[in-house]
């Protein structure tokens, strides 16, 4: 018996503009199955399985979503064979080298590079937003004073759908969107530079518009109320090239949970709130702080490096090297390349002999030849080396994490945006149930 997918799916499917060049057979018992193959304008495939459960009563199974699409994107694409890394078409390479953080901001979001009027116009309303309801200066104050920084940034970015409940509408016109999109990249940035004060019993800094935006960050965050400050060109270079490196990254675990919380109709602040705490996890953007406090564990034990390399192959110890291996990349991360070349650039310039450095390129070294590594196509990822220029740059390594945030910020709301317009259902995994099957009640006094 060879059941197909109705005709007529299989046509509306192909009028989606994907190149569905043929179908894939699948045998289940006596019955085949044919299930659409579409292919994506970089050539990946994908066996679309949208009716999969309704013709044929299964599901698939795929713990961690290893093999898993969850969407149809047009903002980030990666090759994780390769090490490619392109936002809307264009190198990572030539946009961490070319661009501005603000601009590839605008190009996630928006999809094409920003005209010098655009952009203008874009810094100016961004420039207009970047304070924060002095009542939510309270909220500051009521966080205890060593409390980790990505747990008040989740807690403030929510917070922002209080003073601005137009946000929580999940119909809101373009116009209406961009202006809560605004607000929030404009915000952000305040909000990280205020925890960072905070944290050291400093008071805050406003903003000051004249700057760009990466400028103004610096100045809020390392700026002393009393003088003028001048913010060295090196660290605003620096700082715009690690957001860019750090603005998207496709269907990543923070990026999925924005897409997936927001597929609820919940508002923009909420879903990056939740985005915000998965980042956190020292398995995803926690990452860039574990390494730091790796390394220097390795340099108080005496810089053995070696010995710390075999703990990360023993399968008995749940030591791991922070800052290696990927998901997606099974050979180098592009980014931790132009990041680790990037820390020589920007240590000579300030000046700065950081010996955990050296043994960050060592323990890089010896990894890269050693089997186990080369085999399980373990390679530094963009964790590795971003907190050793983020410790240059004068931030203390818990809020490494915040600033992984910031950067990503544009690829979350982009990817929010996207699936709003797709008009994507709320997304709603299934499950192979494997518990007690029917019991009945026992009373307390029969147990
Ligand atoms: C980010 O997805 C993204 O795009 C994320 C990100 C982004 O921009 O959004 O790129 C940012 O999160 C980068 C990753 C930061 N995390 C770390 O650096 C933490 C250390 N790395 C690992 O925990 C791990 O490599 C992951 C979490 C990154 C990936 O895990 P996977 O894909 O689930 O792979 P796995 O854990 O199943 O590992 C496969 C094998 C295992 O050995 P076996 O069980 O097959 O024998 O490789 C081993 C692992 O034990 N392994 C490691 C290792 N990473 C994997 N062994 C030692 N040290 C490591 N770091």
Redesign the pocket.
């Known amino acids: 018996m060879v059941l197909y997918i109705c005709e007529e799916d299989l046509i509306k499917f192909a009028k989606n503009q994907f190149h569905m060049s043929e179908t894939a057979e699948l045998k289940l018992g006596k019955s085949i199955y044919h299930l659409p193959i579409l292919k994506g304008t970089e050539n990946e495939k994908a066996i679309d399985i949208e009716k999969l459960r309704e013709q044929t009563g299964f599901i698939t199974l795929d713990s ?1 979503f ?1 093999n898993t699409g969850a969407t149809k994107s047009a903002i980030t694409f990666l090759d994780g064979e390769k090490g490619i890394l392109k936002y809307r078409g264009y190198p990572i390479e030539q946009l961490a080298d070319q661009s501005t953080f603000l601009e590839v901001a605008y190009l996630l979001i928006y999809g094409n590079l920003p005209t010098k009027a655009q952009i203008d116009e874009f810094h100016h309303q961004i420039s207009r937003h970047t304070l924060v309801h002095e009542d939510m200066k309270k909220f500051f104050d009521g966080f205890p004073s060593k409390s980790h920084p990505m747990g008040q940034l989740s807690s403030l970015v929510c917070s922002l759908s209080s003073f601005y409940p137009e946000s929580l509408n999940p119909h809101q016109t373009p116009e209406e969107l961009d202006l809560t999109i605004i607000k929030l990249l404009g915000k952000m940035a305040t909000i990280v530079s205020w925890i960072y004060k905070k944290s050291l019993g400093h008071p805050v800094i406003y903003p000051q518009n004249k700057y760009d935006y990466v400028t103004n960050f610096l100045y809020m965050t390392f700026g002393q109320r009393t003088e003028e400050v001048h913010i060295d060109p090196v660290l605003v270079s620096a700082m715009n090239k690690l957001l860019i490196l ?1 603005a998207d ?2 269907q ?4 999925s949970t924005v897409r997936i919380v927001g597929s609820s109709d919940c508002n923009l602040y909420a879903s990056i709130s939740a985005g915000i705490s998965a980042l956190w996890g ?4 926690g ?1 860039n702080q574990s390494v730091i406090e790796m390394l220097e564990k390795i340099r108080n034990d005496g810089g053995d490096v070696d010995k710390w390399v075999l703990k ?2 023993d ?1 008995n110890d749940p030591f ?9 990349y099974k050979n180098f ?1 592009p980014r931790a390349k132009i990041i680790k070349k990037a820390c020589d650039d920007i240590l000579s310039k300030l000046g700065i002999k950081d010996p955990v450095l050296e043994i960050a390129k060592k323990l890089e070294e010896v990894a890269l030849s050693d089997a186990y590594f080369i085999e ?1 196509k ?1 390679y530094p ?3 590795f080396y971003s907190g050793i220029i983020y410790r240059a740059l004068g931030f203390p390594t818990e809020m490494f994490t915040v600033l992984f945030a910031l950067g990503r910020l544009p690829g979350w709301i982009a990817q929010w945006k996207e699936m709003r317009e797709q008009e994507e259902p709320i997304g709603r995994p299934r499950q192979i149930y494997i518990g007690e099957n029917t019991r009945d009640y026992i009373p307390m006094h029969k147990r």
């Open positions: 961690g290893k750090h990254h496709e990543n675990c923070s990026t020292p398995l995803h953007g990452a990360a192959k399968k791991r090297l922070m800052g290696f291996g990927h998901r997606v991360d399980k373990l990822n963009v964790d």
